[in-house]
């Protein structure tokens, strides 16, 4: 997956701990508590398998975001 500027930006901020992402098939994703401006890109990084809820989420829960192995390696090379 070719990542945009954006996508980097919003990886770098899992990775420093100040994402949230919500529950759900289709997740949200917060960082530093406000909503991320390109829910698409959200959507397309966790389904990518780059990042994903760092514990289990019902439905609309913010919970705190994490990297995969696959997200790290992706920001690693980017």
Do not use: K
């Amino acid at each position: 997956m070719e990542l945009s500027g954006r996508a980097r930006a919003m990886l770098r901020a899992v990775a420093a701990g100040r994402a949230e992402v919500t529950g759900g098939i289709e997740p949200d994703m917060y960082v530093d508590g406000l909503p991320c401006c390109d829910q698409m890109a959200t959507h397309d990084l966790v389904h990518a398998g780059l990042l994903r809820p760092a514990r289990p989420a019902r439905l609309g829960q913010r919970v705190g975001a994490e990297l995969t192995d696959d997200g790290r390696a992706a920001l690693a090379a980017s």
